[in-house]
């Protein structure tokens, strides 16, 4: 009997805890109508108002096969970028769902820093989606890290939350905590290439409580914005010596300037 009431209490508190969140959700929905995080016009639904919705850039093939940046024509399957065979990553193929401009800053800055999580579901269907053949070849995906003092800093780090929208649209699971931040680096932006290369040297390490994670596994990074590649490359770099089989790599937004075939 007693048990019986304990199940009896638990449902009854799941229901009024259910109902709780219902009526505290449609109170904050009626209270603060959303926004469109590019323009702040108040959108219905959720995400991006139609306007700058037609104005995002989602990257489609032509492109690189290696580091997906899109050809300015279409050279044929299986060609590579200048850039690809000048100066390859370390990691196999680089996939993004879009070009990082004025929208999609938008929509990292307000994932990153308005507290605006409801928007990563639908970023990680868009990512899911530009790299769906990384996607089924995969065993894990990992989160790019932030170090310890900025994690603490910001609460929550949006590569993982992409990671999760990622997993959650495509069936592959999140390998947390398999790469680590060893060093604090200073932000990549303004640095030239080779400052950005030195800013992450050795700033990314496999734990050896990890390394049974990452050996021999098909691993997908997952970061929000690339700009010259250097911090995924280091974090392929520390996979790869744990013993990764594959590492590829999938963003949000990447700077992408169309780019000559190797042809
Ligand atoms: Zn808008």
Redesign the pocket.
Same mark, same amino acid.
């Given at each position: 009997m007693g048990e019986f009431a304990g199940i009896a209490t638990a449902a009854a508190l799941k229901r009024t805890g259910g109902a709780l969140r219902a009526m505290f959700g449609a109170a904050l929905d009626l209270a603060l109508p959303r926004l &469109?995080?590019? &323009?702040?016009?108040p959108?219905e639904g959720q995400g991006?108002?139609p306007? &700058?919705?037609s104005k995002l850039a989602f990257i489609t093939k032509p492109y690189c096969e290696r580091l997906g940046i899109p050809f300015v024509y279409d050279p044929g399957p299986g060609i590579l970028s200048m850039e690809a065979i000048a100066d390859p990553p370390a990691y196999r193929r680089a996939r993004a769902a879009v070009r990082f401009d004025e929208i999609s800053r938008a929509l990292v800055h307000a994932l990153k820093y308005g507290d605006r999580l409801d928007l990563a579901p639908m970023m990680g269907r868009w990512m899911s989606h530009a790299g769906r053949e990384l996607l089924a070849g995969a065993d894990a995906l990992v989160p790019v890290p932030l170090h310890w003092r900025r994690l603490w800093a910001r609460r929550f780090n949006q590569s993982a939350m992409l990671a999760a929208a990622i997993s959650a649209a495509s069936g592959v699971s999140v390998a947390a905590r398999v790469l680590k931040r060893v060093k604090p680096t200073v932000q990549q932006v303004g640095l030239s290439r080779s400052e950005r290369a030195a800013n992450v040297q050795g700033a990314f390490r496999v734990p050896p409580e990890a390394r049974t994670a990452v050996a021999s596994r098909r691993l997908v990074l997952v970061d929000d914005v690339l700009t010259s590649g250097a911090t995924v490359d280091g974090c392929a770099r520390a996979l790869l010596r744990a013993g990764a089989a594959n590492v590829d790599v999938l963003i949000f937004a990447r700077v992408a300037d169309p780019v000559r075939t190797s042809i």
């Open positions: &469109c995080p590019a &323009c702040r016009e959108v991006l108002c306007g &700058c919705w």
